[in-house]
């Protein structure tokens, strides 16, 4: 077991958990997230996500091990850690009868808030996640994606120094979650130490710094987001050229492979340690004219098939 | 730097928006949590007192109307405090945002006094209600008001308490309701309310002496008519007993996290 350092915002060390129907959903978990990092828990389904998050926020209780959130034990400083935590579910957990300002305005007052601090607080929230217009409806009448802004306007009505995540933009549309991505990026600028689950592998690669992966209750990956990009071996290109493709291009180079998709497109595989420039310049030479190039996998995708697998 | 525990004042405001969310919640829904015992109440006056009890005459030293009005009253409380509770915290556990108040840092005693305060808040505006409709049918005036309100709060009370300890319990929307049929209404009707233990046998007594609910009705009876069929200081005394003996039992399993936590 490795020692605890103060400077992180959450310190996990040997947690397991070990459900009444016998189903081990953490087999001793190590994992630090350091203050105002962003930081990405990855995992199938059932991999123990949610439960982690479930035994930091206490509405799981650890089989054993420890949790410390900024130094203080979770399980001997209740109020300290709880202040510090804000916690958004996967599953919408408001009363669906309440209206949207008395839900964050209701939350304020567990925290202590009340009055003017809890109305200012609560439309400043409400303000950020475009719900202000929103605050006398009942929140049933509220869209999904709605909803999940709601939950993260909840949790930070107390502003916590930690905010947890747990797929926050799951079904929400693509646009939106955009904005979300934007406004947890400028929280995270101010201070905010972020932790967030997701399915969504791209949500992760953009916003976070690290990342740990966690398969089968087991951390099976802990590291920059940099570092596990760097352990993709190739890469593959796709190209659209802006006229026809007489023929497929050709390079003199073992390591770049390429093959025809259609007419106007060709995918070329070739090692992430080297730059592209080139391929460029020898398209160039080919009167070869480049309209747009993207990547044709997920990165991560791959990395963490790959994780899941090793 | 916070200390580690919630200050004083921020408990009290966690008690506050606790007990207004409950009390938001109940007149939120008036007509299914005001109206009925209102109604239900109204007929058992003017069918068991005017219409029926006529016919019976005098009970305990009392017009038969004048004799039921504290025990409808007090069943009214009894049954509102109670499903106030029982509705609201398995309510709030179904839909899950219980989560909202078990992830702060509210204390569970805090969390336990917030929901018990929103069910006497709902068994006296009942009882307040009935009490109301009750100058209808009869001319009541109360012989010890101070008694009156210290029973209606006990009791309130304890069966918000006891509503308490059901919603942690049920599973289903079905687990809250069986209590109060099938324990609830029989300790209820067989309480006092609509007649002495007097006219029982003896036996009949000394089983009814079992039933809570029967110091409950008759020490509001003494409160409001000066007549009662047990002795009040015992009657004070065991609704004190159940009171912290519920309480005790609840914030236990709060802090066990039955029902609430995996």
Known sequence: MQSISPKNAISIRGLTKTYANGFQALKGIDLDVKENDFFALLGPNGAGKSTIIGIISTLVRASSGAI???????????YETKLSLGIVPQEINFSQFEKVGDIVITQAGYYGLRGDLAKQRAEKYLRKLDLWEKRDNR??????????RLMIARALVHEPRLLILDEPTAGV????????????QELN??????????????????????????????????????KLLDKLARQTLVFDTCDELESAPTFNDPDILCTTID???????????????????????????????????NRLEELFLSSLKN | MPGNSMLTNHKYIAFETILIKEIRRFTRIWLQTLVPPAITIGLYFLIFGNLIGGRIGQMGGF???????????????????YANVSSSFFSNKFQRCIEEILVSPVPNYIILLGFVAGGMARGVAVGLIVT??????????????????????????????????????ANTFDDISIIPTFVLTPLIYLGGVF???????????????LNPVLYMVNTFRYGILGTSDVNILWALFMLGVFSAGLFGVALYLLRKGTGLRQ
Not at chain 2, 63 to 81: C, T
Not at chain 2, 132 to 150: R, Y
């Open chain 1, 68 to 78: 410390q959130v900024f130094g203080q034990d979770v399980a001997t400083h209740v």
């Open chain 1, 173 to 184: 549309d693509i646009e939106l979650r955009r904005s979300m991505w934007e406004f947890l």
């Open chain 2, 195 to 209: 007649y002495s233990i007097e006219l029982l046998p003896t036996f009949g007594q000394w089983i009814s002496a």
């Open chain 2, 132 to 169: 109301a409709m009750s100058f209808f049918f009869t001319s009541l005036h109360i012989e010890h008001v101070f008694l009156t309100l210290l029973v209606v709060l006990l009791t309130s009370m304890v069966f918000s308490l006891a509503g308490f300890i059901n919603a942690l319990y």
């Open chain 1, 263 to 297: 007419s106007h497109s060709f995918e070329i595989s070739l090692s992430t340690s080297r730059d592209i420039n080139g391929i460029y310049a020898a398209l160039s030479e080919q009167g070869i004219l480049i309209r747009g190039m993207r990547n044709k996998t």
């Open chain 2, 63 to 81: 017009d038969y109307v004048d004799f039921i009005v504290p025990g409808l009253i007090m069943m009214a409380v009894i049954q509102n405090a």
């Open chain 1, 189 to 226: 600028r101010n201070g905010t130490t972020i932790i967030l689950t997701t399915h969504y592998l791209e949500e992760a690669e953009s916003l976070c710094r690290n990342i740990a992966i966690i398969n089968q209750g087991q951390i099976v990956e802990n590291t920059s987001m940099r």
């Open chain 1, 139 to 148: 929140s049933r009448m509220l869209s999904g994606g709605m909803k999940r």
